[in-house]
């Protein structure tokens, strides 16, 4: 009887609650859950799934997924395009087939890497004949058959002479793409986002020289404060904190989680926007799947003025236990 509320915490919640006077009794029912952590390489596992796409490209180079991963691209200089590919079950390779496929001919005979608009209205391909970023729009969104190009393009050459790897935020407002000449990672700014004629270079590069000497791809945690890098020299997937988020020049080096017993000469890195699994690509037709979440027990930490009748606190609730605590205040 009385008034309730239930509410389901996504991070760490504190609860207050304060008495009416007198003698007061209110129940808190408490279902115990498991909380996931994404992007942790310390807990990576490869998940024995693979994908060949070596009917439609046999020189793979760039990898990107659609959101809710029923969808994924890949550009090769292969066939010097763009193939596309549906998942019957969101992120799960063994479900994947060939639907279509989009040339970049016209504009860039060697694209290293492919990535799309967070709506799938526009597609970027990194060209590595030319040195530039090419946007395209799609008429249809996230079919690479209704593409064309919009006669905008950003050349990156003031940097890098060749780059293989492009990410960029997800609000479209920044952009970066890593270098195999120089092991650096570029950031740029758009004024507009998601308008490539807007960009500019930022003047901020993090050179990874020390963990990778042939960078070949980029990608960033989907809040900005963790980068992972790989290439070809290391074969490894190494990771770094970023002090400032999406701020490159803030990064420091965490750790490593090799791909060398599945990917040598791995060509491009993306994980699903929870961080709870990894994809990597390895040139030239192949690419692997990888779990990289942890999960831990929600505890609670109970406020010091409780008394409590066994004289010490009850343990947290386990996975999908359900614990009923009686509180009564004494004293208003």
Sequence with gaps: TGNYFTHTPSADAEYGFSNAGGVQTFQLEVTGNQSVVGY???????????????????????????????KFYIAGDGGNDINEYSMSTAWDLSTA????????????????????????????????????????????????STASYDSVNFSYAGEEGQAYGLTFKPDGTKFYISGVNSSDVFQYSLSTAWDLSTASYDNVNFNASTQETSVTAVEFSSDGTKMFVIGYQGDDVNEYSLSTAWDV???????????????????????????????????????YQYTTATSAPITITWDADIEWGGGTAPDSPAANQKDLYTITTDDG
């Design 40 to 70: 942790d390489l310390s807990e990576a596992a490869y998940d024995n799934v693979t994908f060949s796409f070596s009917a439609q490209d046999n020189g793979g180079r760039g990898l990107f997924f659609k959101p809710d991963g029923t």
């Design 97 to 144: 087939s060939y639907t279509t496929v989009f040339s970049t001919a016209s504009q860039d005979n060697a694209p290293f890497e492919v990535f799309f608009k967070s709506d799938g209205t526009k597609m970027y391909v990194l060209g590595d004949s030319s040195n530039a970023i090419f946007q395209y729009s799609l008429s249809t969104a996230w079919d690479v």
């Design 249 to 287: 020049s803030s990064a420091s080096y965490v750790q490593k989680f090799s791909v060398s017993a599945q990917a040598t000469f791995p060509a491009s890195i993306r994980f699903k926007p929870d961080g709870t699994k990894m994809y990597i690509l390895k040139d030239p037709s192949n690419f």
